[in-house]
């Protein structure tokens, strides 16, 4: 079946790197997506990698597929306060409408 | 544009009560959806549209209803609402199926079933 996982929680110190990981059981996915909720808001799209590239950078963010580890990580640079937000991973279907997995999500928190 | 807003925010509703959950949008997209988001898990399925008229059931179905009487328009029901109901709920749409195209979320109403 269909499964996403991720750690719940990633605490790191403003100006570091965050590096937030996902991982997924079903390979025929053709795109991974990384989504952002902050506070009281809906989801909103990050960035998304198709499923048979390995990395794709965009200004701070940059995302690596490892396809035969079936792993997905998220990594910011220089992270800001703004930058504090869930997280989710998501898997993406073909076949009829846009099916999304989501992870759980990952909670990140930027400490001064 | 506003782009998907949902309405109410908020609600409180005792077990058995009915209400509906309105999203809009002004995109002029095709497909829209249903979510639930539920404390450590992700966000699920619960029916989506693919066009005006149309409608299909998700991962999480039992207990909701949904109509798209309207293409800007995707509503979703609960008939007799049970605790285990209480979720927060995100409308989201996307202008077609293609798994690059961007859903975009409505900022959620969050339902609590007492």
């Known amino acids: 079946g269909e499964d996403v996982e991720q750690s719940l929680f990633l605490s790191v110190r403003e100006g570091d790197s965050s590096v937030i990981n996902c991982t997924y059981t079903d390979s025929s996915s053709t795109y991974l997506y990384w989504y952002k909720q902050e506070p009281g808001a809906g989801l909103q799209l990050l960035t998304y990698?198709?499923?048979?590239?390995d990395m794709k950078q965009d200004q701070r963010l940059t995302v690596l597929l490892n396809k035969k580890d079936k792993h997905l990580s998220l990594r910011i640079a220089d992270t800001q306060t703004g930058d504090s937000a869930i997280y989710f991973c998501a898997e993406g279907f073909s076949g009829g409408y846009n099916k999304l997995i989501f992870g759980a999500g990952t909670r990140l928190a930027v400490h001064p | 544009n506003a782009g998907v807003t949902q309405t109410p925010k908020f609600r409180v509703l005792k077990t058995g009560q009915s209400m509906t959950l309105l999203c809009a949008q002004d995109m002029n997209h095709e497909y829209m959806y249903w979510y639930r988001q539920d404390p450590g898990m992700g966000l699920r399925l619960i029916h989506y549209s693919v066009g005006e008229g149309t409608t299909a059931k998700g991962e999480v179905p039992d207990g909701y209803n949904v109509s798209r009487l309207k293409k800007q328009n995707f509503l979703l029901g609960l008939e007799s609402a049970a605790p285990s109901q209480t979720s927060v709920y995100f409308c989201?749409?996307?202008?077609?199926?293609?798994?690059?195209?961007?859903?975009?979320f409505g900022p959620g109403t969050r339902l609590t079933v007492t």
């Open positions: 990698i198709f499923s048979n590239m």
């Open positions: 989201a749409s996307s202008a077609d199926e293609r798994e690059s195209d961007e859903q975009y």
